[in-house]
């Protein structure tokens, strides 16, 4: 092949080499191919360079910068291709772990340059060179050295410090990787590894239902999820858009952040272009779904647009999917018409996990990474990790890191040096005690009153919570319970049946128990 290789046939340079077809999302791309009509296996040094430059510069424009730097640049060259399979090779086993979080980026790139995916492989070979040094350095970008660290010499015996710099390394990749880009759809975030908790149901509920049915034909035509950040709102965007690619190929889906979209829009104004930008969004959608549609408040020009867009897919009976980190009357900055049609649809919120959900997600993220921890580990963690899900499993990486890099197992004192989890919950002391002034705090019902005989239905209520919540969390006896609210044991198995029986239709009372528990 080499003197007549078709650079031309796969280079992406302007239009003249991509066509744009009917559908915005599909691109047309020329292959390499041999006599056979199959891509050729064989391909020179030369060829795969260039390949290999292609991809790169195609891989910095969608990896954080670095990121790129410091795993890519230098330490990561084609290697060869086959028929179905596309061989990359790094510098290191630490590379090439964290290569494999950007695997998606990878083949977007492959798939723009080449016109297909391939399987990907990535294997370590040391001697990988740049134009000017031995590339094994660069892993030393992850920690700043001073000057009395620096020496002439290649040390291979790596000290405990760096090696805990590459734990912390992992942790910062898994937070930043929470961030969506608004560009790809994340195929490994789906309804199958989402935890479902009291906390988050009917927002899964919606999800599920809304890649059954899509658009006007379904019960949410307009769904809006609000939560803080690293609750899961979008890893529900992305599993609903890959359960509608599973039941409706053929619709056309745009994921995108807020701020992705301002910026399409800006880039548009600029190369005169709106007209294009307004007919794709408006005639060429059929599931549009809009990550952190807050960040859109103040931008007057940005909304204009968004209205019109909003109206003409809604009216069209096309899917429309945002979220926030507010409802919409709490987005200060955001016009009133605005504010209306995204409250059009099912506005729905997502709490903070509880205990057994913290728990559950522990146990299939320690799974996912392959790591052994025991239940007083998984209790330690789900009992001071609180606020985050993307936090809980931030832990769990670290941890799996830990282990991979130090070479050791995990026990509850690793735990918590790692971690930096000095105080075990049940220190906080729990008790019959605590459990029932929370609850009465919470529905502002005097205590005498909630451990009376009264029957008032708010007061009957509340003591139902706080007799459930004492099961719940310190798992006292229904005798002990009773004893407590002066009742038998029969009276707390109602309650607790009572509670259990509402949990799965009553949204507002998870989010009671949530924020209750949360409290102690």
């Known amino acids: 092949m080499q003197g007549n290789f078709p650079f031309e046939q796969f280079l992406i340079n302007n239009s003249n080499n991509l066509k744009e077809s009917q559908d915005h999302t599909q691109k047309q791309v020329t292959t390499i191919e041999n006599s056979s009509g199959t891509l050729s296996s064989t391909f020179s040094p030369q060829e795969l360079k260039f390949m290999n430059d292609e991809i790169l510069n195609q891989l910095k424009s969608n990896v954080n910068p670095q990121k790129y730097e410091a795993f890519f640049s230098h330490t990561f060259k084609l290697a060869q291709i086959s028929d179905n399979k596309a061989t990359f090779a790094v510098t290191t086993n630490f590379i090439k772990s964290m290569i494999e979080t950007h695997l998606n980026e990878i083949d977007h790139s492959i798939k723009s340059i080449l016109g297909r995916s391939y399987l990907i492989e990535i294997t370590i070979d040391s001697t990988i060179q740049n134009d000017n040094n031995d590339s094994q350095l660069i892993e030393n970008t992850i920690k700043p050295q001073s000057a009395k660290e620096v020496s002439f010499s290649l040390n291979l015996d790596q000290n405990k410090e760096d090696m805990l710099s590459k734990v912390n390394a992992e942790y910062i990749n898994h937070i930043d990787n929470g961030m969506s880009n608004g560009i790809l759809i994340d195929i490994n975030k789906t309804f199958q590894n989402f935890i479902i908790g009291p906390s988050n149901n009917l927002a899964h509920a919606a999800a599920v239902a809304i890649t059954k049915n899509p658009g006007k034909a379904g019960k949410y035509p307009s769904l809006y999820m609000h939560s803080n950040s690293g609750l899961g709102k979008t890893h529900l965007l992305h599993a609903i858009a890959n359960g509608i690619n599973e039941n409706y190929p053929h619709y056309v889906i745009c994921l995108i952040t807020a701020r992705d979209f301002m910026k399409e829009m800006i880039e548009a104004m600029k190369e005169n272009k709106i007209h294009e930008f307004r007919d794709k969004y408006s005639n060429k959608l059929d599931i549009l779904m809009i990550d952190d549609i807050h960040e859109i408040k103040g931008k007057e020009g940005t909304q204009r647009e968004f209205f019109h867009i909003f109206n003409e897919l809604y009216h069209k009976g096309k899917q429309l999917i945002f979220t926030s980190d507010k409802t919409p009357q709490e987005i200060n900055g955001l ?82 040096n790692v971690l930096s989890l000095n105080q075990l919950e049940e220190d906080k002391n729990i008790t019959l005690e605590t459990i029932a002034k929370a609850t009465s705090q919470y529905f502002k019902i005097p205590l005498p009153d909630l451990k009376s005989k009264a029957r008032k239905k708010e007061i009957a209520n509340a003591r139902f919570v706080a007799m459930y919540l004492s099961r719940k969390l310190i798992n006292a006896t229904h005798e002990e319970i009773g004893r407590f609210y002066s009742r038998d044991h029969s009276s707390v198995v109602h309650a607790e049946q009572r509670i259990t029986e509402r949990l799965e239709n009553d949204s507002q009372l998870s989010r009671h128990l949530i924020t209750i528990e949360n409290s102690l």
């Open 335 to 416: 016009e009133d018409r605005i504010k209306t049609r995204l409250q059009w649809g099912l506005v729905v919120d997502i709490q903070k996990p509880d205990i057994e959900t913290r728990v559950a997600i522990i146990k299939r993220k320690a799974d996912e990474l392959d790591l052994y921890i025991s239940d007083d580990i998984i209790n330690l963690i789900a009992l001071n990790i609180k606020n985050s899900i993307r936090e809980l499993e931030g832990a769990l990486i670290s941890l799996a890191a830990y282990a991979d890099i130090m070479k050791v197992d995990i026990d509850l004192e690793t735990v918590k």
